[in-house]
């Protein structure tokens, strides 16, 4: 087991694959909302914020609270439609999280999802109480704020320097940053890993089934080995 005690996960385009129909819902809910459609990439690029803040960032013109509203009811609407049937775990998510969870490690979720959005997806999941504790955007602070981090160290009890981030996007590495947190970047999510990189992550993976081989090996005996996994 490696030296930390806690790992923390982001959700969307880390543990599940969902990159597509964000990007999907956002779509249509531009096109019901009567405005331009961003590009795949632009929308890409927003995904790990709370969804006020991604909306303000793709279209800066609602610039009133109601209009920002309306927009996240449309989206809401249209991600729950695709949502029908839930987005798959990456390959090998749930047989890793078990093994964590057997070697000993707290689990947590920082996500920039909305509780009541979280909350409807781990019960799809029969997940509810699986993590030791999740915190979202709407009960604390958008990404990158490190609040999300702050709240799960202090519920856990443990410290900064024993707990490890893992996102596909900027905004879970900088926050990892910002809370003085180690951090793991994926690069089958939302954003490439040489978008990445440029955050120091310890290990930059294609793969999550590689973060399970990099820490039962020990994190620090393999911190020089990490371009062994980079994709």
């Known amino acids: ?86 987005s798959a775990l990456f390959p090998g998510v749930a047989e890793a999280l078990e093994a964590f969870r057997a070697a000993g490690y707290a689990l947590a979720v920082a996500t920039g999802k909305g509780r009541h959005g979280l909350h409807r997806v781990l019960a799809q999941r029969g997940w509810l109480n699986y993590f030791d504790t999740t915190r979202c955007a709407d009960e604390a602070a958008s990404k990158p704020d490190p609040l999300m981090l702050e709240q799960i160290l202090a519920h856990c009890g443990v410290s900064a320097a024993r707990a490890l981030m893992v996102g596909d996007s900027a905004f879970d590495l900088l926050m990892a940053q910002r809370a003085g947190m180690d951090s793991v970047a994926v690069g089958y999510g939302a954003q490439p890993l040489s978008a990445l990189r440029r955050y120091a992550p310890k290990l930059a993976i294609e793969d999550f089934t590689a973060l399970r081989t990099w820490l039962e090996g020990g994190a620090t005996e393999q911190k020089d080995e990490v371009s062994h996994y980079v994709g």
Do not use: N
């Not at 959700?11 to 779509?27: A, N």
């Open 1 to 86: 087991m490696s030296d930390y005690r806690l790992l923390i996960f982001d959700w969307d385009g880390t543990l599940v694959d969902s990159i597509g129909r964000i990007v999907e819902s956002m779509h249509r809910a531009a096109d019901a909302c009567g405005l331009e459609r961003c590009s795949d990439l632009r929308v890409k690029g927003i995904i790990g914020l709370g969804l006020p803040e991604a909306i303000r960032s793709l279209y800066p013109e609602l610039d009133e609270p109601s209009l920002v509203e309306r927009f996240r009811r449309c989206y809401s609407e249209q991600y729950l439609a695709l949502e029908a049937e839930p």
